[in-house]
């Protein structure tokens, strides 16, 4: 079984009720129906077409990548902890 790498969008609407039409370009995991935006997973290889597409639109109001991965993930021991 091979796995496929997957990044994470944060899409902001104009209006909540688009959130059906956006399910068909991924997997919507969470909506805020106050902030109005919505995640969603796609596929990494899919991802410029699929931004490109999502961009023209009129409900979207902007896309903005996960910052998982740049985010730090190996920590290291403070100094006031050895004691």
Do not use: C, W
């Amino acid at each position: 079984m091979e796995i496929i790498s997957r990044t994470s969008l944060i899409i902001y609407l104009k209006h909540m009720k688009h959130e059906r039409q956006i399910r068909k370009f991924g997997h919507i995991v969470h909506s805020n129906r106050q902030k109005r935006f919505v995640i969603m997973y796609i596929n990494e290889s899919d991802a410029d077409q699929i931004v490109s597409k999502l961009m023209g639109l009129k409900y979207v109001m902007q896309i903005e990548g996960s910052p998982y991965k740049t985010l730090k993930k190996n920590y290291e021991r403070e100094r006031h902890e050895y004691s």
